[in-house]
Nanobody, 123 residues
Framework: EVQLQASGGGLVHSGGSLRLSCTVS????????VGWFRRAPGKEDKGVLC????????YAADSVKGRFTCSTDNARNTAYLQMNSLKPEDTAVYYC????????????????WGQGTQVTVSS
C-alpha cells in the first residue's frame, strides 16, 4: 500500500522558516518524484510549489523561487520542503504527492497524495 505522510507544519512568525517532511512507503522511492503543493484558505485548488526527484532534477514555482527548496533523501525515503522567509500569504495546508513523472506533478496530477499539514504564518 502506497502511503505518504507529511509533517512539520506549525505556527511561525513572518520571516521565519519551517522544514516539512514527507515520508513515503509502498513503492521504490528513487523511481518517483515528490512534489509539494498547498491549498490556501478559501481556495479549492492545490497549487504546485516545488518538485524534486532522486536524480537531482527540481522544479520550483516562480512564486516561491529563492525562498522554498525541495529535496529528497533516498536513504530515508523522505522528501523535504525547506521554507525560508515565510510570509502571511504562505499560510495554507501543505501536501506532498508522488509520481514517476515530474511532468505530471507539474500539472498537479498524481495518484498518491499525503494527508496535508497546516502551516500558519503570523504577521
Amino acid at each position: 500500500e502506497v502511503q505518504l505522510q507529511a509533517s512539520g507544519g506549525g505556527l511561525v512568525h513572518s520571516g521565519g522558516s519551517l522544514r516539512l517532511s514527507c515520508t513515503v512507503s509502498g513503492f521504490v522511492f528513487h523511481n518517483y518524484a515528490v512534489g509539494w503543493f498547498r491549498r490556501a484558505p478559501g481556495k479549492e485548488d492545490k497549487g504546485v510549489l516545488c518538485i524534486g526527484d532522486s536524480d537531482g532534477e527540481t522544479y520550483a514555482a516562480d512564486s516561491v523561487k529563492g525562498r522554498f527548496t525541495c529535496s529528497t533523501d533516498n536513504a530515508r525515503n523522505t522528501a523535504y520542503l525547506q521554507m525560508n522567509s515565510l510570509k502571511p500569504e504562505d499560510t495554507a495546508v501543505y501536501y506532498c504527492a508522488a509520481d514517476p513523472f515530474l511532468s505530471r506533478l507539474r500539472d498537479g496530477r498524481s495518484d498518491y497524495w499525503g494527508q496535508g499539514t497546516q502551516v500558519t504564518v503570523s504577521s
